[in-house]
Each structure stands twice: as C-alpha cells, then as structure tokens.
C-alpha cells in the first residue's frame, strides 16, 4: 500500500482543526467563527477520501476541487481569527502554514490529472 500524501496531511491537519476549534470553545468562548472553521477545515480531508473512491476521472477531479474551495474557505478563517486576536501569531502561523500546503498539493494534483 502506497503513501498517499495529500490524505495523511489533510487528516492530521483536520486534528489540528478539532483541537483549535476545542480550544476556541473552551478557553476563548467563541462559537460562530470556530464552527466555521472546524466545519470547512475538516472537510477537505473528507472530500480527498470521497476522491479516493472517484466514479471518473472527472468525478475525481470534481471532488479535489470541492476540497481546494474549502482549503481556501479554511484559509479565510484561520486570518480571520488571526487578525480579530482569537488566535496569537505563532498559533495562527503554524496551522496556516498547513493549510498552505494543502493548498499547494490539492492544486498540483488538480492540475496534474486535468494533463493527463
């Protein structure tokens, strides 16, 4: 069985997700901006599996673009709490620099299977 890269960043990236989101509930006490969050963070890596288990080609790519829309919708999220100081720099650093590179996988392999 072969690594699949883009599965196992976005799972743990949708850990990282659910413990943000505890963390805004519980210590930050703030419920409308943290369900955005968890809801569109932890979709792409849902999305990347449904990909798995594509139809078609087109379906495959179909699916990874839903998870690139909600990779950046995440993205739009994470500055949000970021600048309304829900989350201090390093904090937002760290898991932006994830959902960055998620970003950049979910676009190539787009790309890639849109070439080939």
């Known amino acids: 069985m072969k690594n699949n890269i883009v599965k196992d960043k976005s799972f743990a990236f949708a850990i990282r ?7 805004l509930t519980d210590e930050k006490k703030e419920f409308v901006l943290s369900k955005q969050v968890l809801r569109s ?23 990874l673009a839903i998870a690139l829309k909600e990779a950046n919708e995440t993205e739009y999220w994470l500055e949000l709490l970021h600048k309304t100081d ?6 937002f650093a760290s898991i932006h620099n994830d959902v960055v590179e998620l970003l950049k996988l979910l676009t190539s392999i787009i790309k890639t299977s849109k070439n080939n």
């Not at 997700?17 to 963390?23: A, G, H, Q, R």
């Not at 963070?41 to 699916?63: P, V």
């Open 17 to 23: 997700i659910v413990s943000l989101y505890k963390f």
């Open 86 to 91: 829900y989350l201090n720099t390093p904090a």
């Open 41 to 63: 963070g932890t979709a792409i890596g849902a999305l990347i599996r449904e990909a798995e288990q594509a139809e078609s080609k087109k379906d495959f790519i179909h699916k």
